[in-house]
């Protein structure tokens, strides 16, 4: 039952460590239009506010959009600003000229303003990452998991070390044992040798 528990709990702690990584590593990559971008690829975990300019995608999805050669009458998503907040939306291109994309509405976009070319969706996945990205639940899901881990392996680190101290001990016991039982068997060997030499001239001395 204890070996059960434990290989679960380090299946448990793969997971937690995974999910860990990948959501602090979305954190620190976040761009200067507020979204998470990892080398050519960028996560939009879709709310409400995100679904109003991507019709494609449901509220809680995630949406993952990848930066490919982007071509006539190809959709893109690009950052667009709303008031003072940036969001993403998309377009048709119907014309590429000196690097920027001509969409069917007419507007001109530059480069440094397109997201991506390719967007895989993944379902429920961004209520999650949502979620995770707010100071509760990053401090729910995160923090303190990783707190929990730490003390563990710092009381399963203790735990080894007094066994393996309890072990060193008990052998340097034995051998001391071993040693004292070794000289006591040679002191005896050497008390009854002593005993045959003496008798051995008492006899000498009589048949003198």
Do not use: C
Request: charged share 30%; hydrophobic share 40%.
């Amino acid at each position: 039952m204890k070996q059960k528990f434990k290989k679960i709990w380090n299946i448990l702690q793969i997971f937690i460590l995974f999910y860990v990584f990948f959501v602090t590593l979305l954190v620190v990559n976040i761009n200067e239009y507020g979204y998470s971008k990892l080398g050519k690829t960028t996560y939009i975990p879709i709310t409400k506010s995100e679904k109003k300019y991507l019709n494609n995608f449901s509220n809680g999805d995630l949406a993952i959009i990848k930066n490919n050669k982007i071509k006539k009458e190809d959709y893109i998503y690009y950052y667009t600003i709303d008031s003072t907040e940036y969001f993403i939306t998309d377009a048709k291109v119907v014309d590429i000229s000196n690097g920027i994309y001509i969409t069917e509405e007419g507007f001109s976009i530059e480069q440094d303003r397109v997201v991506g070319n390719k967007a895989i969706k993944v379902k429920f996945l961004g209520f999650i990452i949502d979620f995770l990205f707010k100071e509760i639940g990053y401090l729910l899901f995160i923090i303190i998991p990783m707190f929990i881990i730490l003390i563990y392996h710092i009381y399963d680190f203790s735990k080894n070390m007094r066994k393996y101290n309890n072990i060193r001990i008990n052998s340097i016991k034995r051998k001391n044992n071993i040693d004292t039982n070794k000289k006591k068997k040679n002191k005896d060997n050497k008390n009854k040798k002593d005993n045959k030499n003496k008798k051995e001239d008492e006899i000498e001395i009589l048949d003198f």
